[in-house]
């Protein structure tokens, strides 16, 4: 039933509790959510024990990031009989959030056997174990999360650090990877895998599981550093970057750390001349969710791709007024065989079905139908094993049109019409300063003859290419990033201790 038919029921009988839920949860889909709370609100005092309202409200403030009032509703619900899995989930989760820890692990401890235990709990309880040194629980219970959830990431780098755990001595200087997107964990996992022999590493999404860590380093590869010092005030940060672009951001992420890791030699003169950094802060490193691309180690994306057509790969970027995605579904929804004479595979941003719900399921479905397409819908996969068998990129302003660069093939790109408007535009970014190295497509009626083009013609922009190729990586194509950073970080290391005897 649609929020307007709802809307009039409700202005018949304004005090039902039912159809106060139900218009809550109307608003609440629409994002609505002060609206959908006063509704609920209301619907207790008509029925103040029905605890499956409580849950809505937790839901609502929890949405609103109200994490103690939303734990105090959970806790009504729950123990008021609305006793589900979800609701256990998020009452532990707003416990923990909102600094009362000990009931949230109570919970856990009271559940741990139940059948309302889900994956993240058994997750939560991992990672709890790990603090504690219990290795065996810790894996008894990471194992319960990956049964249920095998290509969960967040999972998996637990499940590395219980590995590495095993067999390093824990008393060594501590390493921490904070992943607070599910993609950063292909950024990470060649720096851990450098590291995990010589440090006690822990990859983790939980910053709670982190603080208790007590990390003497952090790597990060978003924005997050400066809101995890305030919980780790002795820890050194590490930028890893998620990408190779400015976008407005870069910069500012980067200055909320200490060291900040580049891929080549002209990227740390970008950082020093354009951002202002000091140059014995920035590391020369390469960038690390590239090494496998480099070392020829990626995997098979496992698609049926006819061996005798061109591949394009579609891998937009999600930032909404420099995204094609609209722009690109809305040309094959209308030409649906347009690109019948090759391989497509699309791999959206991890982002994307938030951003774009109905353009990601639109794309989805086209994919279903046509059997030349393919859909990668998994955030479990890394990127570089998607452009390891893409004959032409098709892209916006994505950080992988830059990684692409690696291979030499040729690039595609849209310009969105409204990109000037966008806050992430940055005119001195080397994501437009280097537009030249593809074909640019403005209006979408040349975006079709511009694939082809490409396709057609590989080695028509290869100078060009190569430029930028070199200006990006420099010499630095031997996959050994992990390698580099493991040398950096033993000479800060070094200089701790020099500083601490004196």
């Not at 609305?82 to 109570?106: D, F, K, P």
């Not at 022999?197 to 999404?205: E, G, I, R, V």
């Not at 019948?340 to 959206?348: A, H, P, R, S, Y």
């Amino acid at each position: 039933m649609r929020s307007e038919e709802i809307r009039l029921l409700l202005e018949k009988d304004p005090k039902n509790p039912d159809i106060l839920v139900r218009y809550g949860r109307e608003l609440f889909s629409e994002r609505q959510f002060d609206r959908a709370l006063t509704c609920f609100f209301k619907a207790t005092e008509k029925a103040p024990r029905n605890p499956r309202i409580y849950s809505f409200i937790g839901t609502t403030m929890k949405k609103l990031k109200l994490h103690g009032e939303a734990a105090r509703y959970f806790y009504l619900a729950f123990e008021g009989g609305y006793n589900r899995a979800n609701t256990l989930e998020n009452l532990i989760y707003c416990l923990r959030i909102s600094g009362n820890v000990r009931s949230a692990r109570e919970y856990l401890g009271r559940y741990e056997e139940s059948d309302l235990l889900t994956p993240n709990l058994a997750n939560l309880i991992a990672m709890d174990s790990f603090n504690a040194g219990d290795f065996d629980k810790a894996g008894l219970f990471l194992r319960k999360a990956l049964a249920a959830k095998s290509d969960d990431l967040f999972y998996k780098s637990l499940e590395e650090s219980l590995r590495a755990a095993a067999v390093v001595n824990t008393e060594k200087r501590r390493v921490g990877f904070h992943l607070n997107q599910v993609f950063h964990y292909h950024i990470m996992k060649p720096i851990f895998d450098s590291l995990k022999n010589d440090f006690y590493c822990l990859m983790t999404a939980d910053l709670l599981t982190l603080r208790e860590f007590e990390p003497d380093v952090v790597f990060v590869a978003n924005s997050q550093a400066n809101p995890i010092r305030e919980v780790l005030p002795n820890a050194c940060f590490i930028y890893t970057r998620h990408g190779l672009i400015s976008k407005n951001f870069v910069f500012n992420a980067a200055r909320g750390c200490d060291y900040v890791m580049v891929p080549g030699p002209d990227q740390k003169r970008e950082f020093v001349e354009r951002g202002g950094f000091s140059p014995d802060k920035i590391w020369v490193t390469g960038y690390s969710q590239m090494d496998p691309l480099f070392r020829n180690e990626t995997e098979d994306p496992g698609f049926d791709i006819d061996p005798s057509k061109p591949t394009l790969l579609y891998a937009p970027t999600f930032s909404p007024g420099l995204s094609s995605i609209p722009l690109v579904d809305s040309l094959l929804r209308t030409n649906p065989d347009g690109l019948d004479d090759m391989n497509v595979i699309m791999k959206l941003h991890p982002l994307a079905p938030e951003f774009y719900p109905r353009e990601w399921r639109s794309l989805k479905h086209l994919t279903h139908e046509k059997e030349n397409m393919f859909f990668a819908e998994a955030s479990s996969q890394n990127i570089v094993n998607y452009l390891a068998v893409a004959d032409v990129l098709l892209s916006d302003l994505s950080s992988v049109v830059f990684q692409f660069l690696a291979l030499d093939r040729p690039i595609v790109t849209v310009n969105h019409p409204n990109r000037r408007t966008c806050q992430q535009y940055d005119p001195d970014g080397l994501e437009w300063r280097w537009r030249d190295m593809g074909d640019e497509v403005e209006d979408m009626a040349e975006l079709l003859p511009a694939i082809r083009h490409a396709a057609a013609n590989p080695e028509e922009k290869k100078e060009i290419r190569g430029k930028y190729r070199s200006l990006l990586f420099g010499d630095i194509v031997d996959g050994r990033t992990g390698d580099r950073v493991r040398s950096h970080l033993m000479e800060h290391f070094e200089k701790v201790g020099q500083e601490a005897s004196r």
